[in-house]
C-alpha cells in the first residue's frame, strides 16, 4: 500500500496537465483567473446607502484580495481550499431529517474528489482542537492543499474568529496565496448565517491590513442562497468599493 506521504508528493509534483485527468471535476475545474475579485463582482450588486458610517475605509488594494464565488468548492484549481470539520477531522454519518446538511454535504464531497489518501493523512494528525487548524495534501482535488478547521457548535464568535485566522496563519507559514473558505459552522453546527459571514470578512480584512502582500486572494466559497444574499449585502460594509 502506497503511503499519504508518497502520495501527497506525488500529486504535489505531478505535472498541471497530468493531474487535470485525475480531477473528479473533469475540465469543469475553475482558475483563479475564472473568479472575478470583488471590486469586479460588485459591479452587478445594488447597493443600498448605508445608515451609518462604514467602519473600515475605502482600499481598493484589498478590493482586489477578496472574492464571492458561488459554486462547487471542490472545482477549485488554488493553493488551498478550507474543510470545515469536527475535532476528529472526520465527518459523521449524514443523519436524514437534518435541517442544514450543506457542511456535511461539502466535507463528504472534499473526501470524495481528494481520495482515499486524504482520509489517511487526516487520521494521522490525531484530531484538532476547536478554532484551530491543519493542513494535508489535497490529492486529486484541483486545490493543491486542503487547510481543515474545527468550527465551533452554536454562536461562538470568539472561536469562530479563530478558526479563519487560524486558517489563514497556516497559508502564510506555508507560504500558500489563494485560499477559499465555505460558511463555517453555519448549518447543522447552529451558527447564524448573517452573524458567521460578519466574522469571516471582519477577520479578514484585518488579516489583509496588516499585510496586503500575503496573500493574492481570499475568496468566500458559498453554497446556499442565503449566504450569497448575506455576503453580497454585507462586503460592502468590510471592503467599500
Not at 489583509?208 to 466559497?221: N, P, Y
Amino acid at each position: 500500500m502506497v503511503s499519504f506521504e508518497k502520495n501527497q508528493e506525488k500529486y504535489l509534483n505531478m505535472n498541471l496537465a497530468d493531474k487535470r485527468e485525475k480531477y473528479l471535476c473533469k475540465a469543469s475545474y475553475v482558475t483563479l483567473d475564472d473568479i472575478p475579485t470583488w471590486k469586479e463582482y460588485s459591479r452587478n450588486i445594488k447597493r443600498n446607502r448605508p445608515n451609518k458610517a462604514l467602519e473600515y475605509k475605502k482600499d481598493v488594494r484589498l478590493n482586489d484580495k477578496v472574492s464571492i464565488f458561488v459554486g462547487d468548492i471542490t472545482n477549485l484549481e488554488i493553493d488551498a481550499i478550507i474543510n470545515s470539520t469536527n475535532n476528529r477531522l472526520l465527518c459523521a454519518a449524514i443523519q436524514k431529517g437534518d435541517a442544514n446538511e450543506s457542511t456535511k454535504v461539502i466535507h463528504k464531497e472534499i473526501h470524495r474528489a481528494a481520495g482515499s489518501a486524504l482520509f489517511s493523512e487526516c487520521i494521522s494528525l490525531n484530531g484538532c482542537e476547536k478554532g484551530e487548524a491543519r493542513i494535508t495534501g489535497g490529492y486529486n482535488l484541483p486545490a493543491k492543499y486542503i487547510i481543515h478547521t474545527a468550527g465551533p457548535v452554536g454562536w461562538k464568535p470568539v472561536l469562530l474568529r479563530n478558526c479563519y485566522l487560524s486558517c489563514l496563519n497556516l497559508a502564510k507559514e506555508n507560504g500558500l496565496k489563494t485560499v477559499a473558505f465555505p460558511c463555517i459552522s453555519t448549518g447543522h453546527c447552529g451558527y447564524p448565517n448573517r452573524d458567521a459571514a460578519q466574522v469571516a470578512l471582519r477577520t479578514s480584512r484585518e488579516f489583509l491590513e496588516e499585510d496586503v502582500t500575503e496573500m493574492d486572494r481570499i475568496i468566500f466559497c458559498l453554497f446556499q442562497s442565503i449566504d450569497v444574499r448575506v455576503y453580497e449585502s454585507l462586503m460592502h460594509n468590510y471592503f467599500p468599493v
